[in-house]
């Protein structure tokens, strides 16, 4: 089963921020989160992976809290081209990704 | 350069037929990984090899099912008799090393319908 929680659709409008949460109380120290995205028809792709501090690449920022129980997945400028469903996942060794049912995420026009 | 392949894109077999999904990994990925997908859902983890060796089978659903990656290279899942709740996408994907935490480059996936 999936460790992690989020909401099952958000709306965003194009060239705003699109923040979407995600809950993972049981995670454990040396367990890192991961997104991913989806978009119709392709396979996930990877955006980007935290353990304690917040990250930032050229797709994204995440933030982790300080207690690590919850993270926030933040792109900045939504495009029509972001619409997807996104993957909160705690990394399980072993390598295996668990994908949860994700997030559903339209930006409209 | 290249990036995971798998082939057919699309796959439609009667029930009780056996079927062959191949992926190609990127030149070099040590880590390889199956997935499935049905309608609506997420992936679910099949099985994963390492080079050659299948390190991990855990997901495979039913002894229907058999993967291999004979020379640590291509891959590929074989599902003996297939059944209607077989249709499903399924997914390769690959990591460049052994470590539990790179990032997984996946393919466009295989859609098998069963009839």
């Known amino acids: 089963d999936a460790k992690t929680t989020q909401p099952p659709s958000m709306d965003c409008a194009e060239g705003r921020a699109a923040n979407l949460p995600c809950n993972h109380s049981?995670?454990?120290?040396?367990?890192?989160v991961y997104w991913y995205r989806q978009i119709h028809s392709q396979g996930p792709q990877y955006i980007i992976h935290?353990?304690?501090n917040n990250e930032t690449n050229e797709m994204a920022s995440l933030i982790i809290t300080e207690d690590r129980k919850s993270s926030t997945l933040i792109l900045p400028h939504a495009t029509l081209r972001d619409t997807a469903v996104y993957y909160c996942i705690v990394y399980n060794q072993g390598g295996k990704l668990i994908f949860g049912q994700g997030t559903e995420l339209s930006v409209k026009p | 350069g290249a990036g995971v392949s798998q082939s057919p894109r699309y796959k439609v077999a009667k029930r009780g037929q056996d079927v062959a999904l191949r992926c190609d990994p990127i030149s070099g990925h040590v880590s390889l990984f199956w997935y499935q997908q049905a309608l609506g859902q997420g992936p679910e983890f099949l099985t994963y090899f390492q080079n050659e060796a299948q390190l991990d089978k855990s997901g495979l659903p039913s002894d229907r099912f058999f993967a291999e990656r004979p020379e640590g290279s291509v891959s590929t899942l074989k599902i003996q008799r297939t059944q209607q709740e077989d249709s499903a996408v399924y997914l390769c994907?690959?990591?460049?090393?052994?470590?539990?935490?790179?990032?997984?480059?996946f393919g466009p996936g295989t859609r098998l319908t069963v009839l």
């Open positions: 049981t995670i454990s120290g040396n367990e890192y």
């Open positions: 935290g353990l304690k």
């Open positions: 994907a690959s990591s460049s090393s052994g470590s539990s935490y790179n990032e997984q480059f």
